[in-house]
């Protein structure tokens, strides 16, 4: 595992997006993982950026997210699917048929999971999957548990999640909606290359737990410290410097 510790934020979006344009200089045909929340925004400006002026190409690109909450549909504000349109997809030369996220809508939790671990066999590997850290330690959904989530789940969010989200939704913790689909832990960390990105003084205590404690799932990021090629950046205050 490398950590590249960078000064602020701006230096963070600047730096991740730099490892994954490398990525797609080198494989302009790579599957990369995305991830939704506030960490990745100025990343995906600073991608737009680079397509924009032709430092980067999407054209053949594919991408499969992490997660999708349970019953937004697609086209809902606070969708993962709207999230990525209005962030990157509609931004950039990609094709809309070669982006994918679980579908929220589909009500039957087996069919859901089975649906998006098909796709994810389908267009896998992953060259490069890109994560946030939740402050309790989820990666995608994937939250704290007794054990390591394999496949695509569906996950009962904990509660300081919701809280954490709300912000997303007017501050109205009962428009949260109490599931989600998530990639599994297991897909996570076939991925061929992990970017993990985090941002500011709320989550120095957690990432120091990821990154040098013992490895658990009741602290899901903790596994990443078991997979053969993961890059950190993280700014100072992440890093409690
Ligand atoms: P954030 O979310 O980037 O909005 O902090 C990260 C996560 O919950 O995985």
């Known amino acids: 595992m490398r950590v590249l510790s960078v000064k602020n934020y701006d230096e963070l979006s600047k730096a991740a997006a730099r490892y994954m344009a490398a990525q797609l200089t080198l494989k302009p045909d790579s599957v990369i993982g995305l991830a939704t929340g506030s960490t990745p925004v100025g990343m995906y400006k600073e991608l737009i950026r680079m397509n924009q002026s032709g430092e980067i190409d999407f054209s053949e690109v594919i991408s499969v997210?992490?997660?999708e909450y349970k019953g937004l549909a697609g086209?809902?504000?606070?969708?993962?699917?709207?999230?990525m349109n209005d962030n990157l997809f509609k931004h950039v030369n990609i094709f809309a048929d070669n982006t994918f996220l679980p579908d929220g809508q589909i009500e039957d939790d087996l069919q859901a999971c089975q649906d998006y671990d098909d796709v994810i066999d389908c267009v896998g590997p992953i060259d490069m999957q890109l994560l946030g850290i939740g402050h309790n330690g989820h990666i995608g959904f994937n939250e704290p548990a007794d054990a390591f989530t394999t496949g695509t789940q569906c996950i009962?969010?904990?509660?300081?999640?919701?809280?954490?989200?709300?912000?997303?939704?007017?501050?109205?913790?009962?428009?949260?909606?109490?599931?989600?689909?998530t990639m599994g832990i297991g897909s996570?960390?076939?991925a061929k290359k992990i970017l993990l990105v985090v941002t500011g003084a709320e989550k120095a205590e957690i990432l120091d737990k990821?990154?040098?404690?013992?490895?658990?799932?009741?602290?899901?990021?903790?596994?990443?410290?078991l997979h053969p090629d993961v890059m950190?950046?993280?700014?100072?205050?992440?890093?409690g410097i």
């Open 65 to 67: 997210n992490l997660d």
């Open 75 to 83: 086209d809902h504000p606070q969708s993962y699917r709207y999230f």
């Open 156 to 181: 009962t969010l904990d509660e300081r999640t919701r809280q954490a989200n709300a912000r997303f939704f007017d501050g109205d913790m009962s428009q949260v909606p109490a599931k989600a689909y």
């Open 188 to 190: 996570i960390m076939k």
């Open 210 to 225: 990821a990154l040098n404690g013992p490895v658990t799932p009741s602290v899901p990021a903790s596994i990443l410290q």
């Open 232 to 239: 950190v950046i993280a700014d100072e205050a992440a890093l």
